[in-house]
């Protein structure tokens, strides 16, 4: 997939629309090209700050009276009355206009978890990460490879008796945002971890308002458990085909494990 390609197709992958093979595509086009990574990151901030201006302000009487007065124009108060009513409606039926259009930007707006499990599915499927730790220390490898392909810190993975072991990790792309990858297991369980800069919530408003309420959120899509936290400077989620216990456990461990483990 080329620049032009990825970038005709940009709502249906900020919407999460599409099949998963697009949004692979998509998602691997960008990891790999900066140009893009920063064309989708500033089209996500203008959606983001087009929703942000949408705020009514609703008509009053005083405003119609100050409009008349300054205008100079003396009307009779029956005339001024239905000025005022037909001010109102005319209110009503913006803010409703503007209501509809903010849901529906809501209901569109990128889905992580819909694009956390679209991307697990591709590991399932048999997708190589980038990076495989090779020597007797794969967590220091696997946390030194990341932080040298992210401009957020990443604090990864989590220690080993939180029952997490790592094999792999790489650079994804989710919903415009730069995403650390690891893959691995908790016990037979295939789980991958995805790692955010806790500012890149903000490109996933469901996501987001789940977090102003909960201190870890968890849900599921499809067939996998999810579990979602905010850690210091973070936002991790941890996807797999088990018990959200166990996964909530490999959350809370993340960033905590020292240098001998």
Same mark, same amino acid.
């Given at each position: 997939?080329?620049?032009? =390609?990825?970038?005709?197709?940009?709502?249906?992958?900020?919407?999460?629309?599409?099949?998963?093979?697009?949004?692979?595509?998509?998602?691997?086009?960008?990891?790999?090209? #900066?140009?893009?990574?920063?064309?989708?990151?500033?089209?996500?901030?203008?959606?983001?700050?087009?929703?942000?201006?949408?705020?009514?302000?609703?008509?009053?009487?005083?405003?119609?009276?100050?409009?008349?007065?300054?205008?100079?124009?003396?009307?009779?108060?029956?005339?001024?009355?239905?000025?005022?009513?037909?001010?109102?409606?005319?209110?009503?039926?913006?803010?409703?206009?503007?209501?509809?259009?903010?849901?529906?930007?809501?209901?569109?707006?990128?889905?992580?978890?819909?694009?956390?499990?679209?991307?697990?599915?591709?590991?399932?499927?048999?997708?190589?990460?980038?990076?495989? #730790?090779?020597?007797?220390?794969?967590?220091? =490898?696997?946390?030194?490879?990341?932080?040298?392909?992210?401009?957020?810190?990443?604090?990864?993975?989590?220690?080993?008796?939180?029952?997490?072991?790592?094999?792999?990790?790489?650079?994804?792309?989710?919903?415009?945002?730069?995403?650390?990858?690891?893959?691995?297991?908790?016990?037979?369980? #295939?789980?991958?971890?995805?790692?955010?800069?806790?500012?890149?919530?903000?490109?996933?408003?469901?996501?987001?308002?789940?977090?102003?309420?909960?201190?870890?959120?968890?849900?599921?899509?499809?067939?996998?458990?999810? %579990?979602?936290? %905010?850690?210091?400077?973070?936002?991790?989620?941890?996807?797999?085909?088990?018990?959200?216990?166990?996964?909530?456990?490999?959350?809370?461990?993340?960033?905590?494990?020292?240098?001998?483990?």
């Amino acid at each position: 997939m080329n620049c032009n =390609d990825a970038r005709q197709h940009w709502n249906l992958y900020h919407d999460s629309e599409g099949d998963a093979e697009l949004h692979f595509q998509i998602s691997e086009h960008v990891a790999m090209c #900066p140009d893009c990574a920063a064309w989708f990151k500033q089209q996500s901030r203008l959606e983001d700050l087009i929703k942000e201006k949408l705020g009514p302000q609703p008509a009053t009487s005083v405003l119609w009276d100050n409009i008349l007065r300054k205008t100079g124009l003396v009307r009779p108060a029956r005339v001024r009355s239905w000025i005022w009513f037909a001010g109102v409606a005319a209110s009503v039926a913006v803010v409703g206009a503007l209501l509809w259009l903010w849901q529906g930007s809501s209901a569109n707006a990128a889905d992580l978890s819909k694009l956390a499990a679209s991307w697990h599915e591709k590991v399932l499927a048999g997708k190589e990460p980038e990076f495989r #730790p090779h020597s007797q220390n794969p967590d220091l =490898d696997v946390e030194k490879y990341l932080r040298g392909r992210v401009a957020f810190p990443v604090r990864c993975p989590p220690r080993r008796d939180a029952g997490f072991v790592v094999n792999g990790a790489g650079i994804c792309q989710l919903g415009g945002e730069s995403t650390a990858y690891l893959t691995g297991h908790v016990d037979d369980a #295939p789980v991958s971890i995805f790692v955010l800069a806790r500012d890149s919530l903000a490109a996933f408003p469901h996501q987001q308002q789940a977090l102003r309420t909960e201190k870890t959120h968890q849900c599921r899509e499809g067939p996998y458990q999810m %579990v979602l936290a %905010v850690v210091d400077r973070n936002a991790v989620l941890v996807i797999g085909q088990t018990e959200a216990d166990r996964l909530d456990r490999v959350v809370r461990a993340y960033g905590s494990y020292s240098d001998h483990n």
